[in-house]
Structures are given as structure tokens and as C-alpha cells.
């Protein structure tokens, strides 16, 4: 499943820049691979590591065999940071620029393309030429946001149970028909939609995921290890008018996006106000 080869490819990227004590303080580099709210998180933890002279590691041991040993155990100096141009990228409904706007909370058409990173090329090779396994890969949940983006500020959100979600003009959001209803529906996801879906990555087959920080003696203060970790990813915007996939350079069909990660163990979604989902005459919920 691609979906799945693809995340898990993401995922391992994301461990191996987290490791490095340079990368894991860029943001534009961090802000490829996940939403701003994360980029926020661990930036700023790991800029306090590198002032300290600190840094951590999260070790896959079939990873490194392959990757070898990571630069943060080595040196912490002459990193060479790559960045990528502003690129334009042409699809069904004209020509979409890479921009800031590509990499906010909530991702818009304009990343609508295949970003071009060194490690996760790596990966994917690896991953093609059976030199290594990505992780096991469960989806747990989906969940659709149809509407507009950005949405106008007036806008209101109308959800159906945990799958769906509308963001619509204040007025629509009260139950009239259900004919009305599937006119707002279909509305709205002309408009375009965002998904999010829940997985558990089990990294067992790799030999599980260490988590090691290092003080500025270079002595391991903290070791943890675990094999499961549950991750949300989210889709850039698009309608259905977009191109997302094309072909690549064996011919094979791939998506024109990659996914991002957008919430870690629960670390963001737990910190969101519960949100009654049994709907009421109206079809409108209530934050409580």
C-alpha cells in the first residue's frame, strides 16, 4: 500500500533529522516533514539542546546499518544545509507557487509537488532495493475536512460524527432537508478537502526506535526505549481538480505530495477542547 511505505518512509526521516543537532533546529527543514504546532515543539527544545552542547538521537538499528553511523554522534560542524528553490508546479487549475503559505498549520495546493529531500531519497531507495524495511504501518482513523483554504473567518464548522467535517457559511450549518444538506455537502468539497489519518507505526521489524540523550561531555544522561508510536498525518489541501499524481522515474504512479506529520501520541489532539459528536436536531455540535 502506498500509503503506507510512504508515512513509514516519512517517519524514518523524521528520527534521522531529529537526531542531528543542526538539522533539528531548522525550521524550514522541520517544517517539511510537520505541522507548525510540532516544528514549534521541538525546535525550540532541541535549540536549547545545541546552546547547551546537548543533543539526542533516536536510533533504528536496521536504519543505521544502511544510513550508517548519524552525524550528531560524530561531529556537530560543516553541516551543509540544502535549500530547495521556489519551484513552480503546473496542475489542472493553473500554475501553483511554492511559498510560506505551503508550510502553515493546515498545508494549501501549493504543496502539491514532490518535494526533493536527500535522506528520504535515501530511504525510498533503500526501502525499493530491499536493503531495508519500512516500519508496519496500522491506520486507526480518517477524517475529512471539506471547504475552502484558507476558510473565510465568518466561516463555521458543522461536523458529522468523528469522519466529517464542513466548513461552511454561518447559516448553513442549521439542518433544513436533506436535499439542502447534500447541496451544502457537495458545496463544500468542490471547495477542496484536507484528510488527517491516524496510524500506529510498529517499529519491531527494525528493531524498535532508541531514544538516547547525550550532555556536552558526550555521557548519555537519558535511554528510552519503545516499538509502537501513534502519529497523525494530514494531506495538503486540494479539490478535485487537482493532478495528484504523476509518474516517476521507473514509470510507476506516485502522489505529487508528500504526507506530514501533524500530531504525535496525542501530544496536540489532547490538548484540543472535547468535542461533542452526537449530533442534535440541527446537525451542529457544541466545544465542551
Known sequence: ????????????????????????????????IMTRPLVERFRSEHQKFLENGEYVEYIVP?????????IASTTI???ALSVQPERKLTTATGTLRESDAALQDEPSPSTLSIIDRPLLSTITESYLADRIKLPKVTIRGIHFTY????????YVQQHW????????????????????QQEIMKIASDQGVVMRID??????????????????????????????????????????????????EAGEWRLRFRWRISDIDGLLTSQ???RNTKHKIDWKTKVI
Not at 536496521?62 to 548519524?70: A, D, Q
Not at 460524527?161 to 439542502?180: A, N, Y
Not at 555521557?219 to 516517476?248: C, G, M, N, Y
Request: charged share 25%; aromatic share 8%; net charge negative.
Open 199 to 248: 496510524v500506529r507505526v510498529d517499529l519491531d521489524r527494525l528493531g524498535g526506535v532508541e531514544f538516547v540523550h547525550w550532555d556536552k561531555n558526550g555521557i548519555p544522561t537519558v535511554r528510552d526505549k519503545r516499538s509502537k508510536i501513534d502519529l497523525q498525518f494530514i494531506s495538503p489541501h486540494f479539490t478535485p481538480w487537482d493532478e495528484l499524481f504523476e509518474l516517476d
Open 147 to 154: 471547504g475552502p483554504f484558507p476558510a473565510p473567518q465568518e
Open 272 to 274: 484540543q477542547p472535547v
Open 161 to 180: 460524527w468523528s469522519l466529517i467535517t464542513l466548513l461552511i457559511p454561518p447559516g448553513d450549518d442549521s439542518f433544513v432537508s436533506h436535499p439542502r
Open 77 to 79: 560542524k560543516n553541516v
Open 62 to 70: 536496521e536504519l543505521r546499518k544502511v544510513l550508517g553511523k548519524n
Open 1 to 32: 500500500m502506498q500509503f503506507n511505505s510512504d508515512v513509514g518512509a516519512v517517519f524514518l526521516e523524521l528520527l534521522e533529522v531529529l537526531s542531528d543537532p543542526i538539522l533539528s533546529t531548522n525550521e524550514e527543514t522541520l517544517r517539511s
